[in-house]
């Protein structure tokens, strides 16, 4: 047994299925595999800690409270929205804090968690993930309080050159705050990792000083839960899971278009929510929503399809998931449509898939709807994104510090 501690804030962690949570979640059990003593510091989701015994075994668990309102997320009630309109009318101009980075008021929930961890059992590397940007913040503070822990920042998501979280609607004073907090962590953080090349270029080119630093850490695959998924006898129809994202609507009224004169046309939609502006534009009969299945099944359907067919807004042009790893791994081609972006480079580089431009849909889309989609399965070395891999070349990062 390794007698190193890792501990890990990850504001969202399972059972939560919000962005951030599930990358942490794998290489927590794959730390732990190597033999690593491992802490998880996030937020309390009312789970007990059987749950989390069962589902993460050898694993530590320390929560909190959040202090963000749950209003201001998603306001649904008069009084709520009327809290979220005097929230972001009146009191964001009042702070240097972004109110919709969801972590901004944890700070000292934070803080004591990781100080009761680190006087019971001391912290060797401390990770933290970011969004929320001010956790990563708030992770500098603690290293400077105690200097002798190994801080590793993980910049999951663009920060002050991203376009989430409200970034675009702080005011000059705001996004300097910002541009200090994301300086002084990159300053006092030990190792500075990131999931794709495009953020870790950006990253170079605005803090050269702290290129030395910089480590890719990518997104991987659990190549245990799609190993032994028999092929198909065939494959057939279209198939995308995930979050249906807003602004694609454009694009699905051209696609409707496209494939309303096709009889044997068949989409099968996994998702959790689905627009009903989304669903209107669709005949049933071609494309049949679902809701979330378990990843077992869902890799079983994208392996007998014939081709992931997915769209992303601009904003998500850049964000080369997990979820394409896991689809190479099935040999299944994509057709993505979106703005020329890392994921369009990803796709049309490694040779698994077409890329689309939304303006081209009515006249690119019909030449692949007939399962013709080109893929080189031996193009990508989809093993490199393995988690074991990827944990293990990260392992070695850190314990050369």
């Known amino acids: ?23 942490w979640s794998k290489f927590a059990r794959q730390l732990v595999a190597k033999g690593f ?11 007990n800690k059987e749950w989390y015994a069962k589902n993460f075994p050898n694993i530590s668990f320390s929560t909190f409270t959040s202090n963000y309102p749950k209003w ?33 008021r944890d700070e000292k929930p934070m803080f004591q968690a990781l100080e009761y ?3 019971s059992n001391k912290i060797d590397y401390l990770i933290v993930t970011g969004a929320p940007f001010s956790l ?48 002084t962590t990159l300053s006092n953080s030990d190792i500075i990792c990131y999931p794709t090349k495009e953020v870790g270029d950006i990253i170079k080119e605005a803090h050269p000083k702290f290129a030395k630093k910089l480590t890719l850490v990518p997104h991987a695959y659990d190549r245990h839960k ?3 998924i028999p092929e198909p006898e065939s494959r057939s129809g279209f198939i995308y899971g995930g979050s249906i994202y807003q602004g694609i609507e454009p694009y699905l009224e051209k696609t409707a278009n496209v494939i309303k004169s096709l009889n044997d ?21 071609s494309v049949v929503f679902h809701g ?11 392996k007998a399809s014939i081709g992931y067919l997915a769209y992303f807004p601009p904003t998500d042009k850049d964000m080369v998931s997990t979820k394409f790893f896991e689809i190479i791994y099935l040999q299944t081609p994509i057709i993505i449509v979106v703005e020329e972006g890392a994921i369009s480079k990803f796709i049309k580089e490694n040779e698994v898939g077409v890329h689309i431009l939304p303006e081209n849909i009515e006249t690119e889309l019909p030449t692949y709807l007939n399962g013709n989609i080109p893929f080189n399965k031996d193009k990508f070395d989809v093993t490199e994104y393995d988690f074991e891999t990827v944990t293990q070349n990260f392992v070695e990062v850190c314990e050369k510090l």
């Open 72 to 104: 201001l997320k998603r306001p649904t009630s008069l009084i709520a929205k009327i809290k979220y309109h005097l929230t972001t009318r009146v009191y964001s101009k009042l702070i240097k804090h972004n109110v919709f980075d969801s972590g901004f």
């Open 37 to 47: 003593n491992v802490n998880v510091v996030s937020i309390d989701q009312n789970v």
């Open 136 to 183: 990563l913040y708030f992770g500098t503070k603690f290293k400077i309080k105690f200097p002798e822990i190994k801080l590793i920042s993980d910049f999951r998501d663009p920060w002050t050159w991203g376009t989430y979280y409200g970034l675009e609607t702080l005011s000059s004073k705001q996004k300097k705050f910002q541009r200090f907090m994301e300086a």
């Open 226 to 228: 799609i190993e032994g």
């Open 292 to 302: 979330f299945v378990d990843e077992r099944t869902l890799f079983k359907k994208i």
């Open 265 to 285: 046309f068949k989409w099968n939609i996994y998702s959790n929510y689905l627009p009903k502006v989304v669903q209107d534009i669709f005949d049933s009969n």
């Open 1 to 23: 047994m390794n007698n190193k501690n890792f501990t890990i804030v990850c504001y969202h962690f399972p059972p939560s299925t919000a962005i951030g949570g599930r990358r």
């Open 117 to 119: 961890i680190h006087k």
